[in-house]
């Protein structure tokens, strides 16, 4: 009789056990199911993409949605190691460069893309079918490095350097960050600029299906595309939207209400409330380190290079002391945690942390906080009662927390007796005027820098003499600079960049503040974006997985 | 008659000509488009090849000549920051997202403001007249940007029911909602008193005090004769706000994202884009310009003196 | 203003009876002066005047200097009245602070646009034919400009500063005095005390000096309190814009402006600005047209 009854139970007990087996077999597999082979759309908005040139051969500054019909070279994968994409080699040497190109790759009309394209791609670069195409914004910079191109077959070029360039593949082949693509030579010449712009054909993933320029951009997939890599090919979504909206709190009323699935350069404060993960609602993910502030003064170079006012010279900013009391004001960290809600980290160094160049334990050093010791360094510069000053600045798409990061510099200078306004310039203004010899934001600019190696030099170009984006520099900063852009040998290059670094720190003639992330959110349709931890900018649209 | 419409017509042309110059003199005094274009990066070097490119090495006088003969033969000059495409393109490409706007937006302040004005009219100084008042005189001092925060902030983030950013062709009529109703909330105000005014000062008029002692139903005088008074002054209203509601439409564009010709202004001035600049606000003042003649020539033709003198 | 021109000399007043002097009398005109007064935008008015005036007395705390561990409190804190920002700083004092800013600029823009459109006004209806001809041109042209337009390129020119922000505001808003008081100075023109004048060998000067401008000040008046309120707005939009006034300084339009990002998480940060910008404005122009109302009795109340 017991054993009758445990048998029975034991039955039931195995169903039940069994169903839940069979269950957890089932919501398994639909679970490694989840995601389609391809979606119906994806909408992007995004707080700027640079230009809105279609044509390659004519932009006058980058131009993002580039990367999605048109071609690069080579791309980064997550771990930001370069990674073939039209080319799947490339060596350089002193003599130059040479590349291997992928065989399968076509444009978008079906035509092979071979060497010969790249050829006269690099033709149309420089500048030489003007007028039609007005060459790139730093065309001259090309043609000034490539002595000669040799096609050796469809799928082998080689570019002789006139001299020995380290940055070539960080400048032209999108090794460290791609500010070039690379377009369908053919066509371009057969239909010139025009012709080019009313119907842009490619080579990458997306075909453009609509433009308004400034505004959005609709691209539709190209179901024959070529690339099959893990990290280019076919992308999921069928039609990709990219809305520019430059208010960063409308970007995110269109992730929560649904109207966008990824929004790039979420504000702070917003973001400081988001999970990190996917879950019920809008989730987010920073691109680390995406660029980092500075405070430059500009009075010591103006008097370096001679062109300081009488009353220029007897500015405060001049003492080394005042520089150093008002670091020692700031409390980097506080702005950090509270101002930014925890979303940018302090920094010591003039390179982004994390970039070539970056010394973990210099940039970590963090200067301290301590008012008392800056106003006593005031006081023995004579400036007992503080002194009124002027901080210029710009803001950039992509670079955001900087008119916090000031309203709170301005709170702390002004504990201490000095009196700082903060005077907005519009973007373009701002970049223009940095430049030597107008230097127009005197005495004191904040300054944003992209990442090593985003700018395309490897060498951070911003310490020298003739720097068009000039921050500050010295007799020797010129000197150890002159060296690290004539070697490609690595170990070289690090050993100046420290001793640039040093230099300019020692003489405290910048300010190291924070290092900015971008925050990218996302919905709850988006499962992954394989993207690279650092980054100044959104990438990789093409790769993000949805649900649905 | 006709002579004061040449003696008009001949101001027109006068104040165009005086708009276009100063609007080329504040351009190139401002400063060097070439500079602001490129990144950061560009050498020395590459700025200058540039403005050899974009042909801006030109003396000024020179480019001043140009400039007006291509407004006389309807060339308006090549874009630097939209692809090199005509900047008339540019303009046409945007100013049908603007009309809707501000279209939308008047026909948003008539809708409300008129029924309110008759509202407030037929019932002076009743409660209702002082709150719709009151409730106008806050609506014209709410400044534009303002109103349109609070509805994104009701709307979008709160109630989740209107889409907030993009433009007809991407959201449809509902994403003219918020736009128009934040750009022509001060106009209701505006319009509600004008409609107020116009049809008391109506209302009171002998003739209808007469007509409506005859029997004719309130109803009828109202809408027939005191509303028609109304009407001009409303326009006259409209006209003389145009301008300020092409400003207004710059803002309203920029919280909405609406792709429209104002954001085109904000972001061609910034870039120097001498050429877009030039030809939105020639149309622009020539919007204006053309809707004061027509209100000068409809007040004109309404006062016998000028109409048959 | 219609009326002879025997209303429009009177300047000679009656002779004093008793009862008007004295206290009692002085405070019996000013109440008659106040008849139907808007009394709460008036208290608003001089509310926000003594702030501008009184800023350092009144605002409990600095404007610039804020805790970062205080920020973004909700109002109606023992320590902070009306909440602080995402700096820490005393929204309160910002307030009273962004107030001294908004009046200043007010008052200031107001005086600029006036004074130049009262001059193109008073040179075209006196001298007419083709001065007021070239004038009135200039001030369409005026009209049809853009005022972004204006206000970015003189803001890249010169930089952002209040009086920078003054001056645009006043550049662009002269037209409006300009047509209003051409009217009247055309009106003034033909009326017989002018024409006997200019009989007698009154230069334009003289005539401009003495009889034409002492009868515009009640029009001027009524327009420059509207303005006011006007020009509040324009600051505000060009702050908004970025184009204003430099941070830290708290203008109402920059603070709108910066709390655009915290409408999630700090409603009170876009609310309370625009509400006091709307407070003023609407202040403003309640007192306009009262004034408008009482310098001419023969207009219905609007």
Not at chain 2, 88 to 106: M, N, Y
Not at chain 3, 150 to 166: D, F, H, Q, Y
Request: hydrophobic share 45%.
């Amino acid at each position: 009789m017991g054993q009758a009854r445990l048998s029975s139970v034991g039955v039931r007990l195995a169903g039940v056990l069994g169903g839940l087996v069979v269950l957890a077999m089932v919501s398994q597999a639909s679970g490694q199911q989840a995601t389609p082979a391809s979606v119906a759309k994806l909408t992007v908005a995004v707080d700027g993409w640079g230009g809105n040139e279609l044509d390659p051969w004519s932009l006058s500054t980058v131009n993002f949605l580039q990367d999605y019909f048109n071609l690069r070279l080579m791309g980064q994968d997550e771990e930001g190691k370069p990674v073939p994409l039209w080319a799947t080699e490339a060596r350089l040497t002193d003599e130059g460069v040479s590349f291997t190109l992928n065989p399968k790759a076509r444009w978008q009309d079906g035509r092979p893309a071979t060497a010969e394209d790249l050829q006269l791609n690099f033709e149309g670069m420089t500048g030489k079918f003007e007028p039609q195409f007005k060459g790139l914004w730093n065309g001259g910079q090309l043609r000034d490095t490539i002595q000669e191109i040799q096609v050796l077959d469809p799928h082998h070029i080689f570019i002789k350097t006139t001299r020995p360039n380290p940055f070539f593949l960080s400048q032209w082949a999108g090794v460290a960050y791609h500010l070039i693509w690379y377009g369908h030579a053919q066509y371009l010449r057969a239909v010139g600029h025009e012709g080019y712009i009313n119907n842009p054909i490619g080579g990458g993933p997306y075909k453009v299906k609509e433009w308004k320029a400034g505004e959005r951009i609709v691209f539709e997939r190209w179901e024959e595309f070529w690339g099959d890599y893990p990290w280019y090919r076919k992308p999921q979504a069928k039609t990709m939207e990219i809305l520019r909206v430059p208010d960063g709190a409308a970007r995110f009323a269109l992730l929560q209400s649904g109207q966008a699935d990824v929004v790039s350069n979420i504000p702070y404060a917003i973001a400081k409330g988001l999970p990190r993960q996917r879950g019920r609602g809008p989730w987010i993910r920073p691109y680390e380190a995406a660029g980092h502030m500075a405070l430059t003064f500009v009075l010591p170079m103006v008097v370096l290079e001679g062109t300081a006012t009488e009353e220029e010279r007897h500015d405060p900013t001049l003492d080394p002391r005042v520089r150093e009391a008002l670091e020692l004001a700031i409390d980097k960290r506080a702005i950090c945690d509270k101002a930014h809600f925890g979303l940018t980290s302090p920094t010591n160094s003039l390179y982004s942390p994390g970039s070539f160049g970056w010394r973990a334990d210099l940039g970590n050093r963090i200067s301290p906080y301590d008012p008392e010791r800056a106003k006593q360094l005031l006081r023995e510069a004579g400036y007992p009662e503080g002194f009124t000053t002027t901080v210029h600045f710009g803001q950039f798409p992509g670079r955001p927390g900087i008119p916090e990061a000031l309203d709170a510099i301005a709170g702390y200078w002004a504990r201490i007796g000095v009196k700082m306004t903060a005077v907005e310039h519009d973007a373009a203004q701002f970049v223009a005027r940095v430049r030597p010899p107008e230097r127009a934001w005197r005495p004191i600019m904040l300054q944003t820098f992209g990442r090593l190696e985003h700018s395309g030099v490897r060498v951070n170009d911003s310490y020298h003499k003739d720097s068009p984006y000039s921050a500050a520099w010295t007799p020797r900063t010129q000197e150890l600079w002159l060296q690290a852009s004539a070697t490609t040998d690595e170990a070289k290059q690090l050993e100046a960049l420290a001793g640039i670094e040093d230099e300019l720190l020692q003489h405290r003639y910048l300010i190291p503040l924070y290092a900015a992330s971008l925050i990218m959110g996302y919905s709850t349709r988006v499962l992954a974006h394989p993207t690279p931890r650092f980054a100044p900018h959104f990438m990789d649209l093409d790769r993000i997985v949805l649900k649905d | 008659m006709r002579r004061y419409a040449v003696q008009r017509l001949g101001y027109g042309v006068v104040t165009m000509w005086l708009v276009t110059l100063c609007v080329f003199a504040l351009l190139r005094v401002s400063g060097d488009p070439i500079k602001y274009m490129l990144p950061p990066e560009a050498s020395f070097s590459d700025i200058e090849r540039m403005r050899r490119v974009h042909g801006l090495d030109k003396p000024l006088w020179q480019q001043y000549l140009l400039f007006n003969k291509g407004i006389v033969t309807g060339e308006f000059g090549v874009s630097l920051r939209w692809d090199h495409r005509p900047a008339f393109e540019v303009f046409l490409s945007r100013l049908p997202a603007t009309l809707q706007l501000t279209t939308a937006a008047v026909v948003f302040s008539v809708l409300l403001g008129v029924p309110l004005g008759v509202l407030a009219a037929t019932r002076p100084n009743s409660l209702w007249d002082r709150l719709g008042r009151t409730g106008a005189v806050i609506g014209q001092s709410m400044p534009v940007f303002w109103v349109g925060l609070l509805l994104i902030l009701l709307f979008t983030v709160w109630l989740g029911w209107l889409p907030s950013a993009g433009g007809i062709d991407r959201l449809g009529l509902a994403g003219l909602i918020m736009p128009a109703v934040s750009l022509g909330f001060y106009l209701v105000a505006a319009h509600m008193r004008i409609v107020r005014s116009t049809m008391l000062d109506a209302l009171s008029a002998p003739y209808i005090v007469m007509v409506q002692a005859k029997g004719i139903p309130r109803r009828v005088v109202l809408w027939k004769h005191a509303l028609k008074n109304a009407a001009i002054p409303v326009f006259t209203l409209f006209a003389v706000n145009f301008a300020q509601l092409i400003s207004g439409a710059v803002i309203t564009e920029s919280i909405f994202a609406w792709p429209g010709m104002g954001r085109l202004l904000v972001e061609s001035v910034f870039a120097r884009d001498y050429a877009v600049v030039q030809t939105v606000v020639f149309f622009a003042a020539a919007m204006i310009v053309i809707l004061n003649i027509v209100v000068d020539l409809t007040y004109a033709w309404l006062d016998p003196r000028i109409r048959l003198g | 203003m219609k009326g002879t021109g025997s209303e429009v000399i009177a300047s000679v007043p009656p002779p004093l009876q008793a009862s008007e002097v004295g206290l009692a009398a002085m405070v019996a005109r000013v109440r008659n002066a106040l008849r139907g007064a808007p009394t709460c935008s008036l208290v608003i008015l001089a509310l926000a005047l003594i702030c501008a005036m009184g800023a350092p007395l009144l605002a409990p705390s600095s404007p610039v200097v804020g805790e970062l561990a205080d920020a973004l409190q909700p109002p109606g804190g023992a320590q902070h009245l009306l909440g602080t920002d995402n700096q820490g700083r005393d929204l309160l004092s910002r307030l009273i602070y962004g107030a001294r800013i908004s009046v200043t600029i007010g008052l200031l823009a107001v005086f600029v646009a006036g004074a130049l459109g009262t001059a193109v006004a008073v040179l075209s209806g006196v001298y007419k034919g083709w001065v007021d001809v070239v004038l009135m041109r200039c001030t369409d042209a005026f009209l049809a400009l853009p005022f972004l337009m204006v206000a970015v390129t003189v803001v890249s020119l010169l930089g952002p500063s209040m009086l920078n922000v003054i001056l645009i505001i006043g550049l662009l808003r002269w037209m409006g005095y300009a047509r209003v008081l051409r009217g009247e100075v055309l009106r003034l023109t033909e009326m017989d005390f002018v024409r006997l004048a200019l009989v007698a060998g009154a230069s334009h000067w003289h005539l401009m000096r003495r009889h034409v401008f002492p009868n515009l000040i009640n029009t001027l008046l009524v327009l420059g309190t509207l303005e006011l309120g006007v020009a509040v707005i324009a600051e505000a939009g060009l702050s908004f814009l970025g184009l204003g006034i430099p941070r830290p300084l708290p203008s109402w339009g920059t603070m709108l402006a910066e709390s655009q990002q915290y409408f999630y998480i700090a409603w009170w940060l876009p609310v309370i600005p625009g509400l006091a910008i709307t407070l003023l404005v609407m202040a403003s122009n309640l007192t306009g047209d009262w004034l408008r109302d009482r310098t001419d009795p023969t207009r219905r109340q609007l």
